[in-house]
């Protein structure tokens, strides 16, 4: 079969095995769709198939009730008061919901130890020891229910500027502690590592800088003033700091491919996200509004930055694609056996965003000249 978008021959399918394009008439647009997700627009603010994107559309599903289920929770100790509660659990939802995603698509391949300790414990490690550093640079705040905070000029800079900056740095580097072992060598690996270090960031991060409320609000206690911080620390930073870290090693990931056109974007667009959410949240509270208004800024930087997410991973999934070698395999997105390469032939998402629990792919049928299979 002759590929309508790319020109290439592979095998007969829905799908080119090559570029994932559909093959139909008018499939242009078909090019359009997220490589790690085919149902689902590249430009979407999608967080589950972005955030975990080697679950089939059953364990998207299940960890949508399980995200659900701990933002009810979340919600339930709120409206009881039990605020103190609700900040444990919500320095730990996602995280603890990633650990999880880790366990089910057996990403870290037969070393689980390594990679929890590198990613997940590296980042809460990383997170103690620059939180406490870059609060005694910036200056820390956690009354949060206190408007109209007064801070002058120098310090918001900091605060806005310089730590984000910072932290982009430092976040990364536990999960490219992993980067040179051979079985991790897609720029999805370096995505979802990049992503559990920047949620094993944000729960420290949330701990050291509610630690004092934690110990010494009581148990139960008017929530009136906490709907924001909870949203903010329960589901928007962990979100930020995962996708800005995810987005940072993804681009730099690939040996061989030198920091190329996508290091400094990416690095860019995490910097710009952190001093967007930073700042616009220190105006709201230097102004005095609505703290919902705060949220909804947070929730509309955090999303930018995921959709980047997407459209960083589709981009390297359709590069990466092209020099796969067509093997025989079980599709673990569709369960169909095909001889497919870089894109299942039945349902047209990337083969290296599916789960690890898949069978074992066979050795790779040789090619002719050219890269074009016959």
């Given at each position: 079969?002759?590929?309508?978008?790319?020109?290439?021959?592979?095998?007969?399918?829905?799908?080119?095995?090559?570029?994932?394009?559909?093959?139909?008439?008018?499939?242009?647009?078909?090019?359009?769709?997220?490589?790690?997700?085919?149902?689902?627009?590249?430009?979407?603010?999608?967080?589950?198939?972005?955030?975990?994107?080697?679950?089939?559309?059953?364990?998207?599903?299940?960890?949508?009730?399980?995200?659900?289920?701990?933002?009810?929770?979340?919600?339930?100790?709120?409206?009881?008061?039990?605020?103190?509660?609700?900040?444990?659990?919500?320095?730990?939802?996602?995280?603890?919901?990633?650990?999880?995603?880790?366990?089910?698509?057996?990403?870290?391949?037969?070393?689980?130890?390594?990679?929890?300790?590198?990613?997940?414990?590296?980042?809460?490690?990383?997170?103690?020891?620059?939180?406490?550093?870059?609060?005694?640079?910036?200056?820390?705040?956690?009354?949060?229910?206190?408007?109209?905070?007064?801070?002058?000029?120098?310090?918001?800079?900091?605060?806005?500027?310089?730590?984000?900056?910072?932290?982009?740095?430092?976040?990364?580097?536990?999960?490219?502690?992993?980067?040179?072992?051979?079985?991790?060598?897609?720029?999805?690996?370096?995505?979802?590592?990049?992503?559990?270090?920047?949620?094993?960031?944000?729960?420290?991060?949330?701990?050291?800088?509610?630690?004092?409320?934690?110990?010494?609000?009581?148990?139960?206690?008017?929530?009136?003033?906490?709907?924001?911080?909870?949203?903010?620390?329960?589901?928007?930073?962990?979100?930020?700091?995962?996708?800005?870290?995810?987005?940072?090693?993804?681009?730099?990931?690939?040996?061989?491919?030198?920091?190329?056109?996508?290091?400094?974007?990416?690095?860019?667009?995490?910097?710009?996200?952190?001093?967007?959410?930073?700042?616009?949240?220190?105006?709201?509270?230097?102004?005095?509004?609505?703290?919902?208004?705060?949220?909804?800024?947070?929730?509309?930087?955090?999303?930018?930055?995921?959709i980047a997410v997407r459209l960083l991973l589709d981009r390297l999934l359709r590069d990466e694609a092209t020099a796969m070698g067509l093997v025989e395999l079980t599709c673990a997105n569709c369960g169909s056996?095909?001889?497919?390469?870089?894109?299942?032939?039945?349902?047209?998402?990337?083969?290296?965003?599916?789960?690890?629990?898949?069978?074992?792919?066979?050795?790779?049928?040789?090619?002719?000249?050219?890269?074009?299979?016959?």
């Amino acid at each position: 079969m002759t590929c309508m978008n790319c020109g290439r021959e592979g095998p007969d399918g829905r799908f080119c095995t090559w570029c994932g394009a559909r093959q139909a008439s008018g499939s242009t647009a078909a090019r359009r769709r997220f490589a790690a997700a085919p149902n689902e627009a590249v430009v979407s603010a999608s967080l589950l198939t972005t955030f975990f994107p080697h679950l089939n559309e059953r364990g998207v599903n299940e960890f949508r009730w399980a995200l659900g289920a701990g933002v009810l929770v979340l919600g339930a100790l709120y409206v009881a008061g039990l605020i103190t509660a609700a900040l444990v659990v919500s320095a730990l939802l996602v995280p603890v919901l990633y650990v999880l995603y880790l366990y089910e698509a057996r990403v870290y391949r037969d070393a689980p130890v390594p990679v929890m300790l590198a990613t997940i414990g590296g980042g809460f490690l990383i997170g103690i020891i620059s939180t406490l550093v870059l609060d005694g640079l910036a200056g820390n705040r956690t009354d949060v229910g206190r408007a109209g905070a007064d801070i002058n000029y120098g310090t918001l800079l900091i605060a806005t500027a310089v730590v984000p900056l910072i932290k982009e740095i430092v976040k990364p580097i536990p999960a490219l502690v992993l980067r040179g072992r051979p079985e991790f060598g897609q720029s999805i690996d370096g995505l979802v590592f990049g992503i559990a270090a920047g949620l094993g960031y944000a729960a420290a991060e949330t701990i050291i800088h509610f630690s004092a409320v934690i110990t010494s609000l009581p148990v139960q206690s008017d929530p009136t003033s906490w709907i924001a911080p909870l949203a903010t620390v329960g589901i928007l930073l962990p979100l930020l700091h995962g996708s800005s870290t995810g987005l940072i090693t993804a681009a730099i990931w690939r040996r061989g491919r030198g920091l190329s056109q996508l290091a400094i974007p990416a690095l860019l667009t995490a910097v710009v996200g952190q001093v967007a959410f930073a700042f616009g949240a220190r105006l709201v509270e230097i102004a005095g509004l609505n703290p919902i208004v705060q949220v909804i800024w947070e929730a509309i930087v955090v999303v930018a930055v995921l959709i980047a997410v997407r459209l960083l991973l589709d981009r390297l999934l359709r590069d990466e694609a092209t020099a796969m070698g067509l093997v025989e395999l079980t599709c673990a997105n569709c369960g169909s056996e095909a001889t497919a390469a870089g894109f299942c032939t039945s349902c047209g998402v990337a083969v290296a965003a599916t789960s690890r629990t898949a069978p074992s792919r066979s050795t790779p049928r040789p090619q002719r000249a050219g890269g074009d299979a016959r």
